[in-house]
């Protein structure tokens, strides 16, 4: 696994704004091998995970087969139904063949499948905004307090048939059940109305193919292709009433139209269905010349992404039949993206003009990106006559990068870079286009339409591996500043019209990241190693430009969510003393921290209390490997150790229904692991 940050696309696949995470297969080996890992834990934990090397046609041909089947029970009880949330039942298997019938030419094909079913587990309600409150000025929406309170439909009896339907939901109303009955269900607990369920297919294919062209010259070809299909039906709420989730209607044989939670006609299964194919080529010519002072790839990048979503809605279902039906929207749409690219980069060594460890890096990308949305036929925007079937936009930029390092030691590397790069625009397929009356059919900005965000940084730092008084010794260190145009948002305010919560995507003018990063590891003795890594970050929309217009309402942005001040982890793996017949025996314990942060962007305005707490989680992992000279190894390990309450995020819909919720984190987690290496 390889994490690059900042800005990227200069030298490989597609560009990106803020870094890419990178995981590579293992290749196969020549040589005939393998492991076998068995895993047990609480939760009903059961996982077997293996690999074996094939080596054939007197190793030309090399051939991994892998794979990996996890099932656990659930751990978040759902006191609506009964069930247990946060069941895994994942299979996965890998094919990887190597085949090299010349020195000079390499073929390396991976193929994946993954099946996931299961499902994830539900927020917690947090937020009710109460009628009559305002945030900075801006009045707040209360649609669930409002409609889910027994005061607003006094005399009528329609709450009395609400609660008749639904009789697990509170009878004293949704803000009631966050004041007084959700602080006491246990913190590990949910009561969620939406039935949550997941089921997904993926699909992988990858061929590498190298062939040395000799003279420091080697040509490379990457093919790609994923495709999956998803079924989900998810938490977004986190309450007894059902204020929103992903459903349909259905008619019976007497033509009475009722709400059908757990299926959808369309596709005969339930909630959201998302199918995805992508394709993509790249070609690359990677060489040296001028006395192998200057290092240089050239290189073609080609993507086709084609997605399909349906999106089913339904909001403030009270349950009144033959009197009035709840809100509903559905959202099926196609969207397609074609991302052509060309790039170029090197990196010249001043070594040879006297200037010893020295060097400069400049790489080059142009990129061209065109999205295309065509509305399905059973989505709301297809069966409006005043809405476009289809819209395109073409967009196309730069991205580039610039670097001087200087190795000034075996041990010590000092460098300075800047990058810039950017994420084409598109559109938001759950929202209507609006039309300009004053100039035909144009798209009005901020409805379904966004434009490309831009960025740049500039960052410097030193990376030191050697010794401290004779003892190993790692450090790590930067300091950067980006700087954002045009920041990608995602709202959920109340637009006009029937709907209720779409997700709109609007471009914040600007935004800031500032900060410093620091990697160490050190090991003071031979049987102990420390290590700790951390970040100081200060994100923050641009003040005077920060905000953005949503239905001719300009939103005040920030504070910048989704962003800790401080974050960071502490290791210490310690080498415990056993007799070396014995084999070897370690035990490392880390903890991970992070402060407050928000999960809102626009905390400030349509969406307060979107602040969460800070946390800490403590891990704890023995190893005991090459069980007295076997090739037998045993493990055991704890997660979250002191059963730490946390959240980890959460979803703000308070701008569309008036509610927010948030996600937690994983309770105490522990098992053990037998594996055998051959």
């Not at 809605?313 to 509903?328: E, S």
Request: proline share 5%; aromatic share 12%; glycine share 10%.
């Amino acid at each position: 696994v390889q994490v690059l940050k900042g800005p990227q696309g200069t030298l490989f696949g597609r560009n990106t704004t803020g870094g890419a995470v990178l995981y590579t297969a293992a290749r196969p080996k020549d040589e005939f091998g393998g492991y076998a890992k068995l895993r047990g834990g609480n939760f009903g934990l059961i996982e077997g995970q293996g690999a074996i090397n094939l080596p054939l046609l007197d190793n030309t041909l090399l051939v991994r087969l892998a794979g990996n089947i996890t099932q656990q029970d659930g751990w978040q009880e759902n006191l609506y139904d009964g069930r247990d949330l946060g069941e895994v039942d994942r299979k996965n298997g890998r094919l990887s063949a190597l085949w090299k019938p010349t020195e000079a030419l390499e073929n390396l094909t991976v193929l994946e499948v993954d099946h996931a079913r299961g499902n994830s587990t539900a927020t917690r309600l947090r937020t009710v905004n109460r009628c009559g409150q305002t945030n900075n000025g801006f009045a707040l929406n209360c649609a669930a307090d409002a409609l889910f309170n027994p005061a607003t439909w006094a005399g009528s009896g329609i709450w009395e048939n609400y609660l008749a339907h639904n009789p697990q939901a509170n009878p004293g109303g949704i803000a009631d059940y966050l004041d007084n009955v959700s602080p006491n269900i246990g913190f590990f607990k949910a009561n969620e109305v939406a039935p949550v369920y997941h089921d997904e297919d993926d699909y992988f294919a990858a061929n590498t193919t190298t062939f040395d062209l000799g003279d420091d010259l080697l040509l490379k070809n990457i093919a790609g292709f994923s495709a999956s299909d998803t079924h989900d039906l998810g938490s977004s709420v986190g309450a007894p009433d059902p204020v929103f989730y992903s459903a349909t209607f259905a008619t019976d044989a007497n033509g009475v139209i009722t709400l059908d939670a757990n299926g959808n006609p369309t596709y005969n299964k339930r909630g959201n269905h998302v199918e995805n194919k992508t394709y993509s080529n790249e070609l690359q010519l990677q060489g040296k010349t001028l006395d192998k002072a200057l290092t240089y790839i050239v290189g073609a990048y080609y993507q086709y992404e084609d997605s399909k979503t349906l999106f089913p809605q339904v909001y403030f279902n009270l349950y009144q039949p033959g009197l009035f039906l709840p809100a509903n929207a559905t959202s099926h749409f196609q969207i397609t993206d074609e991302t052509p690219a060309l790039f170029a980069q090197g990196t010249y060594d001043f070594s040879d003009m006297g200037l010893t460890g020295l060097s400069f890096t400049a790489g080059f990308r142009y990129t061209w990106e065109t999205v295309e949305i065509k509305q399905l036929a059973s989505g709301d925007n297809y069966r409006d006559p005043a809405q476009p079937r289809s819209q395109k936009k073409s967009f196309s930029d730069p991205s580039w990068t610039l670097g001087l390092s200087y190795q000034a030691t075996d041990q010590l590397l000092l460098y300075l870079q800047t990058r810039r790069s950017w994420r084409a625009g598109g559109f938001n397929g759950t929202a209507p286009a609006a039309i300009d009356p004053a100039n035909g059919d144009a798209v009005i900005d901020n409805t379904n339409l966004f434009e490309p965000e831009k960025t740049y940084d500039v960052e410097a730092g030193t990376k030191f591996a050697g010794e401290l008084f004779g003892r190993p010794l790692r450090v790590n260190l930067a300091v950067y500043n980006q700087w954002i145009k045009d920041v990608q948002r995602a709202v959920f305010p109340d637009p006009p019209g029937p709907a209720q919560s779409i997700a709109y995507t609007v471009n914040v003018p600007e935004a800031r990241v500032s900060g410093l990063e620091i990697d160490a590891m050190i090991k003071p003795v031979r049987w102990l190693e420390t290590g700790v890594s951390g970040s100081l970050t200060k994100a923050r929309f641009v003040n005077g430009k920060d905000e953005a217009d949503v239905f001719g309402t300009l939103y005040v942005f920030g504070p910048y969510a989704d962003a800790p001040r401080l974050s960071g982890s502490a290791y210490a793996s310690l080498l415990l003393p056993a007799p070396a017949q014995w084999g070897v025996m370690d035990l490392r314990a880390d903890i991970y921290s992070q402060s407050h942060m928000y999960f809102s962007n626009s905390n400030d305005s349509i969406t307060p209390d979107t602040r969460i707490p800070g946390y800490s989680v403590i891990n704890l992992r023995y190893d005991w490997t090459q069980i007295h000279g076997s090739r037998f190894s045993l493990a055991a390990f704890v997660r979250n150790l002191t059963e730490k309450e946390y959240y980890t995020g959460g979803f703000a819909l308070t701008g569309s229904l008036g509610v927010n919720s948030v996600a937690i984190g994983t309770p105490r987690m522990y098992g053990a692991e037998l594996s055998y290496e051959f």
